[in-house]
């Protein structure tokens, strides 16, 4: 699966829309992005995952560049639950049924101000 | 639909005694995954099964091992614990598209 670079922190002010940055420059063609979250010592949360155009649903939105080399995921408006740790991770689409083996790197740990 | 379960939430053991987590995935899902979670770390894959059979492997000694039941309900068992292996260990159901978590049971080695 393809590396992905996450800025280490980021801070946003409550209600603001957050913009969470992922670089994934050696993305191969059948290699979807998805991204996760993880708060404070739960389980990680499934948050969206595309190929190759963008994407929405009740939790964020995915933007995918035309090269698909980075993406960007919005919390259009952030709460302070929204403070956790998003992962970005890259992987190929599964032909089996829950095929699962995730690659987490550090992720970007997002702070939502009042 | 009812979650990932995990038990126990919190377990203390011993250097050289082992230990077994138990992970019950979502009804329907036949794959499930075990991650190792340390602040040093962070996130990483120990091993999948589908099926009963083990799927996918992670760079983790021998002392990491697990199994699946008919059931899909998978066990993971570490044997001879170091007080490295003090972690959160997370078990994923995996549905079509993506993995579902559990809560972790939060292992700590004395």
């Known amino acids: 699966d393809a590396k992905t670079t996450q800025p280490p922190s980021m801070d946003c002010a409550e209600g603001r829309a957050a913009n969470l940055p992922c670089n994934h420059s050696?993305?191969?063609?059948?290699?979807?992005v998805y991204w996760y979250r993880q708060i404070h010592s739960q389980g990680p949360q499934y948050i969206i995952h595309?190929?190759?155009n963008n994407e929405t649903n009740e939790m964020a939105s995915l933007i995918i560049t035309e090269d698909r080399k980075s993406s960007t995921l919005i919390l259009p408006h952030a709460t302070l639950r929204d403070t956790a740790v998003y992962y970005c991770?890259?992987?190929?689409?599964?032909?089996?049924?829950?095929?699962?083996?995730?690659?987490f790197g550090q992720g970007t740990r997002l702070t939502i101000n009042p | 639909k009812a979650g990932v379960t995990q038990t126990p939430r919190y377990l203390i053991k011993t250097r050289g005694q082992q230990v077994t987590l138990s992970c019950s995935p979502i009804?329907?899902?036949?794959?499930v995954s075990w991650y190792q979670q340390t602040p040093g770390q962070g996130l990483q894959f120990l091993f999948e099964?589908?099926?009963?059979?083990?799927?996918n492997k992670g760079n983790f000694p021998g002392r990491f091992s697990g199994r699946q039941f008919s059931n899909s309900r998978s066990e993971m068992n570490v044997s001879t614990l170091e007080l490295g292996d003090s972690a959160l260990y997370l078990c994923?159901?995996?549905?079509?598209?993506?993995?579902?978590f559990g809560q972790g049971t939060r292992l700590t080695v004395v």
């Open positions: 994923a159901s995996g549905g079509p598209t993506e993995a579902f």
């Open positions: 050696t993305i191969s063609g059948n290699e979807y």
């Open positions: 595309g190929l190759k």
């Open positions: 991770i890259v992987r190929v689409a599964v032909s089996i049924q829950g095929a699962q083996k995730l690659v």
């Open positions: 009804s329907g899902h036949r794959s």
């Open positions: 099964y589908f099926s009963e059979t083990q799927r």
